[in-house]
């Protein structure tokens, strides 16, 4: 059963990540899609799991304080290391490449760590495994969406996205087969969650949402944002229940 689980994880990452480029045309649209997704991911996902997983280990305000560290973290290698700009002449070039790889690095961290919740849990419980699993499987599409769209947001071309998509396609089936071999406690998985949930809040509101805008009318993007987060809102509820 796993094995299936590890190969829908896989095929449902790489078919939304082919949807992003079968539509790049519509890139503002897809980036306001993805920037309430990723939002949606941190608020509805990931933070819920971390305060459930830490609760018993950790004080909400050390949870909150390594959410507000993740955010940090990334908004100082943005500014002192990706530089982040909107410019697209030839001096700048590099850096969006390299602040697009370095998102699509993140979130393909972030889907080995959902394949490695999979395996944990199932080692725990096949009950508790499946609701993982289920919950993790909702949102692999729109991370496959998500991970294209940091790629040509930053002026890659459609193979290094496929390539990256690849990878984060990959990364949960990983993540699953690691499990086999390592272990992680829950209140260093809560922090490290935490993390990441401060990562794609500033991912999604500093980084896609304004690009979504820039160049583009607002009132679709913005339609295309809500629409993200309320698909992550539902499809984690129906997965949770």
């Given at each position: 059963?796993?094995?299936?689980?590890?190969?829908?994880?896989?095929?449902?990452t790489?078919?939304?990540?082919?949807?992003?480029?079968?539509?790049?045309?519509k890139?503002?649209?897809?980036?306001?899609?993805?920037?309430?997704?990723?939002?949606?991911?941190?608020?509805?996902?990931?933070?819920?799991?971390?305060?459930?997983?830490?609760?018993?280990?950790?004080?909400?305000?050390?949870?909150?304080?390594?959410?507000?560290?993740?955010?940090?973290?990334?908004?100082?290698?943005?500014?002192?290391?990706?530089?982040?700009?909107?410019?697209?002449?030839?001096?700048?070039?590099s850096?969006?490449?390299?602040?697009?790889?370095?998102?699509?690095?993140?979130?393909?961290?972030?889907?080995?760590?959902?394949?490695?919740?999979?395996?944990?849990?199932?080692?725990?419980?096949?009950?508790?495994?499946?609701?993982?699993?289920?919950?993790?499987l909702a949102h692999?599409?729109?991370?496959?969406?998500?991970?294209?769209?940091?790629?040509?947001?930053?002026?890659?071309?459609?193979?290094?996205?496929?390539?990256?998509?690849?990878?984060?396609?990959?990364?949960?089936?990983?993540?699953?087969?690691?499990?086999?071999?390592?272990?992680?406690?829950?209140?260093?998985?809560?922090?490290?969650?935490?993390?990441?949930?401060?990562?794609?809040?500033?991912?999604?509101?500093?980084?896609?949402?304004?690009?979504?805008?820039?160049?583009?009318?607002?009132?679709?993007?913005?339609?295309?944002?809500?629409?993200?987060?309320?698909?992550?809102?539902?499809?984690?509820?129906?997965?949770g229940?």
């Amino acid at each position: 059963m796993i094995i299936l689980i590890a190969l829908g994880a896989l095929a449902a990452t790489f078919f939304g990540g082919l949807f992003a480029l079968r539509w790049s045309d519509k890139l503002h649209l897809i980036l306001g899609f993805s920037a309430g997704a990723l939002i949606g991911v941190a608020l509805f996902d990931l933070m819920p799991e971390a305060l459930e997983l830490g609760g018993g280990y950790w004080n909400l305000d050390m949870l909150m304080l390594a959410l507000a560290g993740g955010f940090t973290a990334y908004l100082l290698l943005d500014r002192m290391f990706l530089m982040h700009c909107h410019e697209e002449d030839h001096d700048h070039r590099s850096h969006h490449a390299h602040r697009g790889r370095f998102g699509a690095g993140s979130l393909s961290f972030h889907s080995f760590l959902d394949g490695a919740a999979i395996g944990v849990a199932f080692h725990v419980s096949p009950v508790i495994g499946a609701v993982v699993a289920a919950a993790v499987l909702a949102h692999d599409f729109s991370d496959g969406i998500n991970t294209v769209s940091m790629i040509l947001r930053h002026g890659g071309e459609k193979r290094q996205a496929f390539r990256w998509l690849v990878v984060d396609a990959v990364a949960p089936v990983v993540g699953i087969a690691s499990t086999y071999f390592f272990s992680i406690s829950e209140s260093a998985l809560s922090l490290v969650l935490m993390v990441f949930c401060g990562f794609f809040i500033y991912i999604g509101a500093s980084d896609l949402l304004p690009e979504s805008h820039h160049k583009h009318p607002t009132r679709w993007t913005t339609i295309t944002t809500i629409i993200g987060m309320a698909v992550i809102y539902m499809v984690v509820h129906i997965a949770g229940v």
